[in-house]
């Protein structure tokens, strides 16, 4: 699903109206009929309702959703805050009609802002994506005011006062909803992790906007959905054999991390891949043959640590299909020149994680040798150690992206909502995952993931969108059954399912 700017969304609305064709004011009807359908699947009649409404379209859609849930028997209030002289047409319409049905309150000063009661559920229609400075005055006490009350707050389209692509200015005040219900997508500020208190649980319902337009119109930015990953999965032939699924090599584990290697390979196998091998220091042979015994182990010369020297000889690089290293491997300056001597050979794009990032990092010549369009791993600590330290999400947005596009890497930035940069300049956010997964070694079981699919001859940006989405589903669906705060790594991989 794309993510379009608040001009392009401004766009795709003049062309709805202007070739569906529907009036304006049909538009915003829609909008706010969407909006009550949504809102009356969760909210009772027993909560009074209070709408604040600016003076913009945002405000007009809060005087619609004020009518619909009056003539639904809710109990609404409605304030309109005065903020300005002037009121768009369609506010101007909506509030005569709403006029002939209920009793309307103006806060012209502060004295007018009322007391918001804790049963009471806020709909916040004073700004939408019209935003175009900071908040100050009169808007910024009202929205001071819904903010220290204790009720429900649901916001129109977007928390009046939150920009939806651009960076907010320090000590901005905005509305921190509990929940927002966007029109038609989603806006890139829903994704941002120091944003989530001004948007909390959000949700976006459909408008009927142009959905040709949506298509023709270019993005670099987009939300990875269910329907988009089914296309990408393969589906196997009858006649298959595992030598069609590809033979994968991870290079895993150190003294006291063999168990990162262990839920990488185990997550490998899990994700479809022919055939496994595994090169551990010598110290982890058993433990890797006794607990994932459908794996092939190549033992490191090294009792502790891999440092490419192997204890008996073994096959060239070439004759795997797909390579992955990082997990638990330390940084020793040993296992520096294993991942040295393995970026010179590896011609394929393979995929690179955890302490391969940090000693990539650390020797930045290394940079210049990873394979082009190879996948890396990182979570926000390992990324700002191979780029730089950022001012905000969007900033940071922007480094992910050149990074991704200079070196043509798949780049996976991890975490909530994780962002898949790749070379072609275009960003995915993940829709699935959960905060069960912020759990030591479910990062191994993602780089299990990558290289099975790369094994199995994916290409590697729709390696990373399919394999970051399945992780996160393994993960809601783990979560289902044990709750977010007993999951564990284990318990992702033994819920993955590729069908
Ligand atoms: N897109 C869609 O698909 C659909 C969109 N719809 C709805 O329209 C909404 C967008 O409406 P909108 O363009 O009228 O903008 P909105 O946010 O209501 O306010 C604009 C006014 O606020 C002013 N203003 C700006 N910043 C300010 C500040 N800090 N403090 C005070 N004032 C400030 C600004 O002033 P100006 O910048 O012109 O000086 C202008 O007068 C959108 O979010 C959605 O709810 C649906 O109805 C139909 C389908
Ligand atoms: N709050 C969250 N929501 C969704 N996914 C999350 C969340 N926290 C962590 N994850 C996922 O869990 C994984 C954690 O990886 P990582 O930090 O490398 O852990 P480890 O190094 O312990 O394996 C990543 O795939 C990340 O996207
Ligand atoms: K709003």
Redesign the pocket.
């Known amino acids: 699903m794309k993510i379009l700017t608040v001009e392009q969304t401004r766009a795709l609305d003049q062309y709805t109206i202007e070739h569906e064709p529907v009036a304006p004011l049909n538009l915003m009807e829609r909008a706010a009929q969407a909006f009550t359908d949504w809102y009356t699947a969760r909210f009772d009649k027993n909560r009074p309702v209070r709408i604040f409404c600016g003076l913009g379209n945002n405000g007009g859609d809060g005087l619609a959703i004020a009518r619909l849930l009056i003539q639904l028997d809710y109990t609404v209030q409605t304030c309109v805050v005065r903020y300005a002289p002037r009121e768009s047409e369609d506010f101007m319409h909506n509030h005569r009609r709403l006029k002939l049905l209920a009793s309307i309150k103006y806060i012209e000063s502060e004295q007018d802002i009322p007391v918001i009661r804790p049963k009471e559920v806020v709909i916040d229609a004073i700004l939408g994506s019209g935003l175009s400075r900071t908040t100050e005055g009169l808007v910024q006490s009202v929205i001071d005011a819904i903010n220290h009350s204790p009720a429900t707050v649901v916001a129109v389209d977007i928390a009046s006062g939150l920009f939806a692509d651009t960076a907010n200015g320090p000590n901005a005040t905005i509305v921190q909803p509990d929940y927002t219900v966007a029109f038609q997508l989603p806006k890139l500020a829903f994704l941002l992790p120091t944003l989530s208190l001004y948007v909390g649980e959000w949700h976006w319902v459909d408008i009927g906007l142009s959905r040709a337009y949506i298509e023709r119109t270019p993005t670099t930015y987009f939300y990875t959905t269910d329907q988009e990953v089914r296309h990408l999965l393969r589906t196997r032939n009858r006649f298959s054999h595992k030598g069609s699924f590809g033979h994968a090599l991870l290079l895993v584990g150190s003294y006291g991390k063999i168990g ?1 290697g262990v839920l990488a390979s185990r997550a490998c196998l899990r994700s479809g891949v022919g055939l496994l091998s595994v090169q551990v220091p010598r110290c982890g042979y058993e433990i890797l043959q006794t607990s994932v015994p459908e794996a092939m182990c190549q033992p490191d010369g090294h009792l502790h640590i891999l440092t490419g020297q192997p204890e008996v000889e073994q096959p060239e690089l070439d004759t795997f299909s797909a390579v992955g290293v990082g ?1 638990g491997i330390g940084t020793a300056p040993e296992t520096l020149e294993m991942l040295r001597k393995l970026l010179a050979s590896v011609k394929k794009p393979m995929v690179i994680d ?1 302490d391969a990032i940090n000693l990539i990092a650390k020797n930045r010549d290394l940079i210049d040798k990873i394979p082009k369009n190879s996948i890396l ?1 990182p ?1 926000p600590k390992e990324f700002e150690r191979l780029t730089r330290r950022w001012t905000s999400d969007y900033d940071k947005l922007g480094i992910l992206r050149d990074f991704a596009q200079r070196n043509r890497f798949v780049v996976v930035l ?3 909502n ?1 962002a898949i940069a790749t070379p072609d300049g275009t960003t995915h956010f993940n829709s699935t ?3 069960g ?10 780089t299990g993931i990558l290289t099975a699919l790369l094994a199995q001859g994916y290409d590697p940006v729709e390696a990373a969108v399919l394999g ?1 989405f399945e ?2 589903r393994a ?1 809601d669906r783990a979560a289902d059954l044990r709750g977010q705060i007993g999951l564990t ?1 284990s318990d992702v991989i033994e819920a993955l399912r590729w069908d």
């Open positions: 990162a997990p955890a791993t979570h991890k975490g909530a994780t995952g959960n905060p997964m912020s759990t030591g070694g479910t990062g191994d079981v993602l970051v992780h996160g993960g790594a």
